[in-house]
């Protein structure tokens, strides 16, 4: 249902589905990454009136999971592009992955997909860091 690619890897088409509405990628090496892309393969559409949340894991100082919510996918926008290399040393937030014990290393962050309903998603505010900068690659 969901792909994610990270520029110079290979897509990663299979995620780990942790509960029946969530999924994760894992993104070794993640201090290396700028951007994410997170994408619906075009196989399977959400339910009706369903979308998806998009977080962003990473291990902080003392090895505990800091989620960040980047925005999200649905079927009208199946596809987003997320600019990472900023949250790293930012707060995290709510997130429904709570209750569930993810393995951390150091090394490997996560993208956490949490299936949800829209009108969820509409009251959901993602870190603002994470939108990718109209400003060109240059001028940033």
């Not at 894992?26 to 700028?34: A, M, V």
């Not at 956490?112 to 994470?130: H, R």
Request: charged content about 15%.
């Amino acid at each position: 249902m969901f792909g994610c690619l990270v520029a110079g890897r290979l897509v990663q088409a299979t995620p780990q589905q942790v509960a029946e509405d969530k999924f994760v990628f894992d993104l070794p090496d993640y201090e290396n990454i700028n951007h994410v892309v997170v994408f619906m393969l075009g196989t399977i559409p959400f339910p009706e009136g369903m979308g998806g949340s998009v977080y962003f894991c990473y291990p902080d100082q003392s090895g505990m999971a800091v989620w960040q919510l980047l925005g999200f996918v649905t079927n009208e926008k199946p596809s987003a592009i997320f600019k990472i290399s900023g949250l790293k040393s930012g707060k995290g937030s709510q997130h429904p992955f709570g209750a569930m014990n993810l393995p951390q290393t150091p090394t490997v962050a996560q993208i956490g997909i949490s299936v949800e309903l829209l009108e969820n998603l509409a009251q959901q505010t993602p870190v603002a860091s994470a939108a990718v900068s109209s400003v060109d690659s240059f001028t940033e």
